[in-house]
């Protein structure tokens, strides 16, 4: 037969200074009238009146061990619930880094808010959802304004990346957990089995790709320099059809600032992004249509008459200097 649990009795409850329906609460009574019937018939007065006579006694109703530790643990529980946590600080504080320089490429994730990037005399804004890629061995410094946070995604050494100058990427609020999740397995071991560290790192590889395009001639007029961007962004069209507008005044600001027209420009810039790409690896079948040929063959034309030599014989001569 299971050992009864045993309960302190009511007297030690209302010694202890608990009233009536504390106690009956504690002793197992569903109200307080049950308690009050029990405590008569066994101690012929009712709790209310064994309370009254014992605060007439003096020194009478001293706690017993188990009262005492009971008072305690309701006074304990009683500062814990009344304690007021210190209010929370209205917003962040604004901030910025000491210019320095890092040994790696860093990519760092606006979550929150508002920062920039400065490096030298150009300021980057940085806006919330936009991911930025800080370049190696540039001095720089990074700030935020207030109530405004940012992460770190990654990281990328100079041998895996090659990078002057910074890329941005904005993600939309869909890509929060995910972002974040890479944050914190960038940083930690906390990380799924399957996790891939580069994932993040390669939505950024059509930005690194059309960087050496950069190295082409870029006009300076704004609405030159406008489309100039649009075809970059759009390199990778069938055909290289980006179908951009161009006006006369545009025609006349490629061939002044870059010496070339506009459809020169652009076949320039598709031909520096496939060296690139073939550089770092990829065959020339994949560079073709990267950059929107459809046809291995008439890229191969295009790409040797540019660079004097096929894109094979090319992809293979950098895979040597590569061991």
Request: glycine letters at 8%; a positive charge; one cysteine or more.
């Amino acid at each position: 037969m299971p050992a009864k649990t045993w309960t302190p009795p009511p007297v030690e409850f209302l010694a202890a200074g608990y009233d009536v329906d504390q106690v009956a609460a504690r002793v197992g009574f569903a109200s307080r009238n049950g308690l009050t019937r029990a405590f008569k018939g066994r101690f012929g007065v009712t709790p209310h009146e064994f309370r009254r006579k014992l605060s007439a006694r003096p020194g009478a109703g001293g706690l017993t061990q188990w009262a005492a530790a009971a008072r305690q643990t309701d006074d304990l529980i009683r500062m814990m619930r009344e304690t007021v946590a210190p209010a929370a600080p209205e917003m962040l504080l604004a901030a910025s880094t000491p210019s320095h320089t890092n040994d790696m490429h860093v990519l760092s994730w606006m979550y929150r808010g508002s920062g920039y990037l400065d490096i030298g005399d150009q300021r980057y804004e940085r806006d919330r959802g936009v991911a930025i890629w800080i370049p190696a061995d540039q001095e720089h410094v990074t700030g935020l304004r207030e109530n405004s946070g940012s992460l770190p995604l990654g990281n990328a050494s100079t041998g895996d990346l090659r990078l002057t100058m910074p890329l941005q990427v904005r993600f939309s609020p869909a890509w929060d957990d995910y972002s974040m999740f890479c944050s914190v397995s960038a940083r930690s071991g906390l990380r799924a089995d399957d996790h891939n560290p580069r994932h993040i790192l390669d939505l950024f590889a059509e930005q690194v790709a059309a960087q050496p395009a950069l190295s082409v001639p870029m006009p300076t007029n704004p609405s030159a320099r406008a489309v100039a961007m649009e075809c970059l962004r759009r390199i990778g069209e069938t055909g290289g059809r980006q179908n951009v507008d161009v006006s006369a005044e545009i025609h006349r600001a490629f061939r002044e600032e870059t010496g070339m027209t506009v459809g020169r420009w652009r076949y320039a810039a598709r031909m520096r992004i496939a060296r690139d790409l073939l550089a770092g690896g990829a065959p020339p079948s994949a560079v073709a249509r990267r950059i929107g040929y459809a046809h291995l063959s008439t890229f191969s034309v295009a790409f040797s008459r540019f660079h004097g030599l096929s894109p094979r014989d090319y992809w293979q001569r950098e895979a040597e200097r590569n061991r």
